[in-house]
């Protein structure tokens, strides 16, 4: 698998590094503030509602809805080419945070605006697990 995945991958570093360590282990965890129970995406180190650093790492239910999305026609990378046309969608969680990333195992022209959706993990490499989401 190394060396054969060609689209960009996340930046991995000490403050997001639980979130991509618990990918790996197909766990979807973000984190939530200890003070004022906010849950937020993308890692942080203050919550972003009250500026707590008090903080721990969460597992989520997996579970959401499709916020907002678009199909991409033209390629605007080298690594997506063979995937035209593809969906970016912004996805809700039940847990409140909205994430970006892409609906799989459905036909774009099916991908609705509130369409029920679910976590699953796709490796990319040996180090980073990607996560996406497939109609609930």
Not at 18 to 24: H, K, L
Not at 88 to 115: H, R
Request: proline residues 9%.
């Amino acid at each position: 698998m190394a060396g054969t995945y060609s689209k960009p991958l996340p930046q991995i570093d000490e403050v997001n590094r639980p979130f991509w360590e618990a990918a790996r282990r197909r766990e979807l965890y973000l984190q939530r503030c200890k003070d004022c129970r906010h849950v937020w995406y993308p890692a942080g180190t203050n919550c972003p509602k009250c500026l707590s650093t008090n903080f721990e790492w969460t597992a989520m239910s997996g579970r959401g809805t499709v916020w907002s999305f678009i199909v991409y026609h033209h390629c605007w990378h080298p690594g997506f080419q063979k995937d035209i046309p593809y969906n970016v969608a912004m996805i809700q969680l039940e847990e409140g945070p909205i994430v970006i990333t892409n609906i799989v195992n459905v036909p774009n022209d099916s991908v609705k605006v509130g369409m029920p959706v679910k976590v699953v993990f796709e490796p990319a490499t040996e180090q980073v697990t990607l996560f996406k989401f497939t109609p609930a």
